[in-house]
C-alpha cells in the first residue's frame, strides 16, 4: 500500500504448519542426559567459577537436569496415553 508506514500495514497471515512428531521420549532424555553430564564436567571446577562469579553455568546445568528429568515424566506420559487414543479409536 503506497504512502501508508510500514508500521501501519496489516500483518500477512499464514495458515500454522502442522506440529512435528518425531521421537520425543529419546530427545527429552538425550537432553537431560546432557544437562547432568555438563553439571558433573564442572563440578570439579567448583572453587573456579566461585571465585569468577559463574556458579549460575553449575546451576543452571543442574536446573536443566532436573526439569529434563519432569519432561521425560510428562513426554512418557503423553506418549502413553496418544497410544491408548490410537488404540481405543481403532476398536
Known amino acids: 500500500m503506497p ?5 501501519f500495514r496489516q500483518p500477512v497471515r499464514h495458515e500454522a504448519p502442522d506440529p512435528l512428531e518425531g521421537p520425543v521420549v529419546a ?10 553430564v555438563l553439571f558433573l564436567a564442572q563440578l570439579p571446577f567448583y572453587g573456579w567459577f566461585h571465585s ?4 549460575w553455568w553449575l546451576w ?27 488404540g481405543s479409536a481403532e476398536q
Open 3 to 7: 504512502g501508508v508506514p510500514r508500521s
Open 27 to 36: 530427545t527429552i532424555t538425550g537432553g537431560t542426559i546432557i544437562w547432568f
Open 52 to 55: 569468577h562469579g559463574h556458579t
Open 60 to 86: 543452571t546445568c543442574l536446573t536443566g537436569g532436573v526439569l529434563g528429568t519432569f519432561g521425560i515424566w510428562y513426554v512418557r506420559r503423553r506418549d502413553a496415553a496418544i497410544k491408548r487414543a490410537a
